[in-house]
């Protein structure tokens, strides 16, 4: 497994502003993905971060609106774009250890936007 | 198109009964399968998987998962169910042949009565 950080675990923002969310792994992981939980809702994925390349975004996400950064193995950022109060969720990384595809993920990051 | 399927969005218990919740996948081969858990307020917690061999599986805090091809399902059982138990709780797949895409049921919210 792994040990995930993640920062800030909440915050309450101004509609228009941005907020970045930072996750930190303990050790060295190739693939490290963002997702978003919407209130109630399960988990939908925004995009992989990739290490020295762009971010590979779902459909219906772009990177105007989340931008990612990824610049090692153990650090990824997500910034959250000219906020509007449909954002307010639940945002967690999670990463890929051992065989077989195991993501575990971070403790999250709860926004609301006002 | 690959999906996992939580057909119970809320399920109640007694503390001390048992407990099953039903999980059903729909991939074009075996995939890989997870149960996670979310505690109110807490990141998602990896309770067990299954890749291959044994179809049932042991999981942490005396869960445990029974693979069943025929009926393309992954139920999560619990034979005594604890009041620290309440939460919610998350079935994902991912396609073996992907390292990637893994994909979330709905949930199921469970509530255990004193």
């Known amino acids: 497994s792994a040990v995930i950080s993640q920062k800030p675990s909440r915050d309450i923002c101004q509609r228009g502003t941005s907020l970045t969310i930072q996750c930190q792994v303990d050790s060295q992981v190739t693939m490290m993905f963002w997702y978003r939980q919407q209130p109630g809702q399960s988990l939908t994925l925004i995009a992989t971060a990739n290490q020295g390349s762009e971010a590979t975004y779902e459909s219906g996400f772009v990177i105007d609106k989340f931008p990612i950064s990824r610049p090692n193995l153990t650090f990824s950022t997500l910034t959250v774009s000219n906020m509007s109060p449909e954002d307010s969720s639940i945002y967690l990384c999670s990463v890929v250890t051992g065989a077989g595809g195991t993501q575990y993920f971070g403790p999250g990051t709860r926004l609301l936007v006002l | 198109a690959q999906s996992v399927t939580q057909p119970d969005i809320h399920i109640t218990v007694s503390e001390g009964a048992s407990l099953e919740l039903r999980c059903n996948y729909s991939?074009?081969?075996?995939?890989?399968l997870f149960w996670y858990v979310q505690s109110p307020g807490q990141g998602l917690q990896l309770l067990l998987k299954y890749f291959s061999g044994d179809t049932l599986v042991q999981g942490i805090k005396g869960f445990e998962a029974e693979f069943k091809r025929s009926q393309s399902s992954f139920n999560l059982r619990k034979p005594s169910v604890h009041w620290s138990d309440a939460a919610e709780y998350f079935c994902a797949g991912i396609s073996s042949g992907s390292a990637r895409q893994l994909t979330f049921g709905s949930g199921t919210q469970l509530t255990v009565l004193p």
């Open positions: 991939y074009g081969a075996t995939p890989y």
